[in-house]
């Protein structure tokens, strides 16, 4: 189970970015997948998480209504489209397969609390920065 997350870049503040997250060795849809992020000197936040096939999906308070998950069955592939983004945004971002007890899942965290540790098979962040 590999994941690599691509896309960041620098960008002014309000302006938008689409981040990639290809998976490799699984099938995408099998499992839930996280973003999460980390900004200098900061713990890794949750972003949001897209459930297994058909699920659905959740967003922390600070991007939901900017930050959209989606995936790409046939790519095999998530997607995190970051729209008017903030200088906050700032940061590398991950993303990661949901486990319960070390083992892959197909949901999202039931009380929608993304956490670090409920998730693994962490993936090569990429690097956000928008300036203001």
């Known amino acids: 189970v590999q994941l690599q997350a691509s896309g960041g870049g620098l960008v002014q503040t309000g302006s938008s970015l689409k981040l990639s997250c290809e998976a490799s060795?699984?099938?995408?849809?099998?499992?839930?997948i996280g973003w999460f992020r980390q900004a200098p000197g900061k713990e890794r936040e949750g972003v949001s998480c897209?459930?297994?096939?058909?699920?659905?999906?959740i967003y922390s308070d600070y991007v939901k209504g900017r930050f959209t998950a989606s995936r790409d069955m046939a790519k095999n592939t998530m997607y995190l489209q970051m729209n008017s983004l903030k200088p906050e945004d700032t940061a590398v971002y991950y993303c990661?397969?949901?486990?319960?007890?070390?083992?892959?899942?197909?949901?999202?965290?039931?009380?929608?609390?993304?956490?670090?540790?409920?998730?693994?098979?962490w993936g090569q962040g990429t690097q956000v920065t928008v300036s203001s």
């Open positions: 990661a397969v949901r486990k319960v007890f070390g083992i892959p899942t197909q949901y999202c965290p039931i009380n929608e609390i993304l956490r670090e540790d409920d998730f693994g098979s």
């Open positions: 060795g699984f099938t995408l849809g099998d499992y839930a």
């Open positions: 897209i459930a297994g096939s058909g699920g659905s999906t």
